[in-house]
């Protein structure tokens, strides 16, 4: 058995010129674990689009066929004006879904032990009627909704880590017990996209399902993991996930041009060991990592090499 290792062209496709969210940040991953040999070390797949239905598990058709019609008249945006368009965009958008599918299925049908995603446009941001935040599709709800329905799985885990709270996948699932949301993020007085406070918790039956842990910024490696094994890990040990899926942002690194915290590659090669311990102990290892954000490209190379490392050792 082996780490997946999921890329495409096609990612580089959906063309967003300048902005921070460009094809620029794959070629540097792809560069960096080329280089570095790493990728001779991972079982490389090309995913797989996904099919409408797929994607109408969690978003509505009016938004599907809006991102659809955007491309197709040539428009530079959609909704709000960071979430750039270009001709690639709906391939693209429909691939990395696709692809994570693919990974979650090779996942649990005991072909890779764990895997990680290299796809965009990113999709934690995504609402069920909208596109948001440089995301068009919710790549890991649309996961999780997957495991949920097609395997029975019915306490999976979403650890999202990126710097920004992923709104979309909390409000997908937060009357929901078969999944439980979890986001470090930078506090949202401070930072896009203002939700993911610590009162949020979820409602209904999701009561105590969505957990949100703001972090001060300026918050360093040493402050951050503090909080993450005395705080966080706990309650991901009760809760005894039977699948895990890495929301796997890297602006938190300190060299991030769009968010304050003062990570390094060191964290996430921390959180991504001690997740896999997680994965081990509850989960028989089943764990996929999606890539979200994180707009340094030497940072976002070298943090995602050390993630990378942690999920084949
Ligand atoms: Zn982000």
């Known amino acids: 058995m082996a780490t997946g290792f999921y890329t495409n062209t096609i990612y580089l496709e959906h063309d967003t010129g300048n902005h921070p969210e460009n094809a620029d940040r794959l070629r ?60 690639g965009t709906f391939g693209a958008a429909l691939h990395a879904v696709g692809t994570v599918l693919d990974s979650v299925c090779q996942v649990a049908n005991g072909k890779l032990d764990n895997a990680f995603c290299a796809v965009r446009p990113p999709g934690h941001h995504a609402e069920h009627d909208s596109a948001m935040g440089f995301c068009f599709f919710n790549n890991v709800a649309i996961a999780a909704e997957f495991l949920r329905t097609h395997f029975g799985y019915q306490r999976i885990l979403i650890f999202d880590f990126d710097v920004h709270h992923g709104n979309g996948t909390q409000h997908l699932f937060e009357e929901n017990a078969q999944v439980l949301y979890a986001s470090t993020h930078q506090d949202p007085r401070t930072c896009y996209p203002g939700t993911g406070y610590a009162n949020e918790t979820g409602f209904g039956l999701g009561k105590g399902f969505t957990l949100n ?101």
């Not at 070390?41 to 978003?59: D, N, Q, S």
């Not at 890297?250 to 060299?255: A, E, Q």
């Not at 390094?264 to 896999?276: A, F, P």
């Open 213 to 313: 842990f703001p972090m001060p910024p300026s918050t360093s490696d040493e402050k951050y993991l503090e909080f993450f094994h005395n705080r966080i890990i706990p309650q991901f040990e009760e809760y005894k996930p039977d699948f895990i899926l890495l929301s796997a942002g890297f602006d938190g690194h300190i060299r991030d041009p769009l968010a304050m915290l003062n990570l390094t590659e060191n964290c996430y090669r921390e959180i991504t060991k001690t997740m896999r311990t997680i994965a081990e102990k509850f989960a028989g290892g089943r764990m996929v990592s999606l890539l979200e954000g994180g707009y340094d490209l030497e940072a976002l190379a070298l943090s995602v090499e050390a993630h990378i490392q942690e999920l084949i050792n």
């Open 28 to 87: 540097a991953i792809d560069q960096h674990l080329r280089y570095s040999g790493l990728l001779n070390e991972l079982e490389v797949r090309p995913g797989r689009t996904a099919e409408l239905k797929e994607i109408e598990m969690l978003h509505s058709k009016r938004h599907i066929d809006s991102v659809q019609e955007a491309v197709e008249l040539g428009r530079g945006t959609l909704g709000t004006p960071d979430c750039v368009i270009s001709p």
